[in-house]
């Protein structure tokens, strides 16, 4: 086996292994800690919550990623434009920035009241809240993307005829991609966990509300089991997003001296 070939089956493995190992750890303090399993139950009785309420996790699952995946696009769409305009112009990064950075200073949760009034209960509050943290992040690595053309590399383009526009086409928006992608992955799980707080306060379906009522019934186990489901819709959007940043933007992972 060729050493790179065993470097990367190494790497792809310590996620597992040290999964492995915290639920190991997790069995041993809740065995041993003599704290009651009605407060911190043991993987095993987190297993039992899984079996006993799939067809519930399930559905509760499902209407959290829809609202995530709500969220999460208008704050890609949103994000890129605006992104792009402050990037592109002195002018709008001296007018808008200011208000963004503000806007992103603002607590989610307080938000929240506002978004049941004007949208009542149910998935738009979620939607809109999975936007409001999915958002930030976008917008800033886009412009910063944008911001970090190299000056030659306009003076270049520029000696060879290139309009503004051209320039930020052919070379602004393709230098920003790896910025983008970074924020995307930021963004897509901040969406999991607006959702999540939304339908805690303002929602009837999803993995929030189910984790809620868990709890006022004491079933904590239950509440684990849904943490863990927030966890791995987290975990695989963060790995779609990176396996399309593989595809899109390889030539950045070569530029970092990647495999």
Same mark, same amino acid.
């Given at each position: 086996? #060729?050493? @790179? &070939?065993? #470097?990367?089956?190494?790497?792809n493995?310590?996620?597992?292994?040290?999964?492995a190992?915290? $639920?190991?750890?997790?069995q041993?303090?809740?065995? #041993? *800690?003599? $704290?009651?399993h009605?407060i911190?139950?043991s993987?095993?009785?987190?297993l039992?919550?899984f079996?006993?309420?799939?067809?519930?996790?399930a559905e509760h699952a499902a209407h959290?990623v829809i609202?995530?995946?709500?969220?999460?696009?208008?704050?890609?769409?949103?994000?890129i434009?605006?992104?792009l305009?402050?990037g592109?112009s002195?002018?709008v990064y001296?007018g808008?920035?200011?208000l963004l950075?503000?806007f992103?200073?603002i607590? #989610?949760v307080a938000? &929240?009241?506002?978004? %049941?009034?004007?949208?009542?209960?149910g998935?738009?509050?979620? %939607?809109?809240t999975?936007?409001?943290l999915a958002f930030?992040?976008i917008v800033?690595?886009?412009?910063?993307?944008?911001?970090t053309?190299e000056? /030659?590399?306009?003076?270049v383009?520029?000696a060879?005829?290139?309009?503004?526009d /051209?320039i930020l086409? =052919?070379?602004?928006?393709?230098?920003?991609l790896?910025?983008l992608?970074?924020s995307? =992955?930021?963004? $897509? @799980?901040?969406a999991f966990?607006?959702?999540v $707080? *939304?339908?805690?306060?303002a929602?009837?379906?999803?993995?929030?509300?189910l984790?809620?009522a868990?709890? *006022?019934?004491f /079933?904590? *186990?239950?509440v684990?089991a849904g943490?863990?489901v927030?966890a791995a &819709?987290?975990?695989?959007?963060?790995?779609?997003?990176? &396996?399309?940043e593989?595809?899109m933007?390889?030539?950045?992972f070569?530029?970092?001296g990647?495999e």
């Amino acid at each position: 086996m #060729k050493p @790179t &070939l065993r #470097k990367r089956i190494a790497l792809n493995s310590m996620p597992w292994l040290l999964s492995a190992l915290l $639920i190991v750890c997790w069995q041993i303090v809740s065995t #041993k *800690s003599g $704290i009651s399993h009605a407060i911190f139950p043991s993987p095993g009785e987190v297993l039992l919550a899984f079996r006993q309420y799939s067809s519930a996790l399930a559905e509760h699952a499902a209407h959290t990623v829809i609202t995530s995946l709500l969220g999460f696009l208008l704050a890609l769409i949103g994000g890129i434009l605006i992104g792009l305009a402050i990037g592109a112009s002195r002018a709008v990064y001296s007018g808008v920035y200011p208000l963004l950075v503000a806007f992103n200073a603002i607590p #989610k949760v307080a938000l &929240l009241p506002l978004f %049941v009034l004007w949208c009542g209960i149910g998935v738009m509050p979620a %939607v809109l809240t999975a936007f409001s943290l999915a958002f930030f992040p976008i917008v800033v690595n886009v412009a910063t993307g944008l911001a970090t053309i190299e000056p /030659e590399m306009e003076d270049v383009m520029r000696a060879l005829g290139a309009r503004r526009d /051209e320039i930020l086409l =052919k070379v602004g928006i393709p230098r920003s991609l790896p910025y983008l992608f970074a924020s995307l =992955k930021v963004a $897509i @799980t901040l969406a999991f966990v607006g959702s999540v $707080i *939304s339908e805690t306060v303002a929602s009837n379906e999803g993995i929030g509300v189910l984790m809620m009522a868990a709890s *006022s019934r004491f /079933e904590v *186990s239950l509440v684990f089991a849904g943490l863990i489901v927030i966890a791995a &819709l987290a975990v695989a959007a963060y790995g779609i997003c990176g &396996l399309v940043e593989s595809r899109m933007a390889h030539w950045a992972f070569r530029a970092r001296g990647g495999e």
